[in-house]
Nanobody, 123 residues
């Protein structure tokens, strides 16, 4: 199983970015996909999750209304659209594949992880 994130970088506060995670080596459409982030010196935070069908999504309170998770099962790819970015969104962002989503999102049941992509929000 391989998960490869892309799309991070430096962005100004209030700006937008879209992260992508391309998956291979697994039955993508039956796996829940989730985004996590970890800032230096802080615990990992579950940001968002989407079920295999795409019908159910969940978000951490810290990103609700600003971030949108989506997936394209034909492309084996999950996305995270991040709007109204804040400096506190600065972190390494990871995607993961697992069994199911929970509310709020959590890392329980997520066994496959990508290497991460850095998002830095700063003026």
């Amino acid at each position: 199983v391989q998960l490869v994130e892309s799309g991070g970088g430096l962005e100004q506060p209030g700006g937008s970015q879209r992260l992508s995670c391309a998956a291979s080596g697994l039955a993508f459409g039956v796996h829940a996909m989730s985004w996590f982030r970890q800032a230096p010196g802080k615990e990992r935070e579950a940001v968002s999750c989407i079920m295999g069908s795409g019908r159910f999504t969940s978000y951490a309170d810290s990103v609700k209304g600003r971030f949108t998770i989506s997936r394209d099962n034909a492309k084996n790819t999950v996305y995270l659209q991040m709007n109204s970015l804040k400096p506190e969104d600065t972190a390494m962002y990871y995607c993961a594949a697992g069994l199911s989503c929970s509310y709020p999102p959590s890392s329980a049941g997520f066994h496959y992880w990508g290497q991460g992509t850095q998002v830095t929000v700063s003026s």
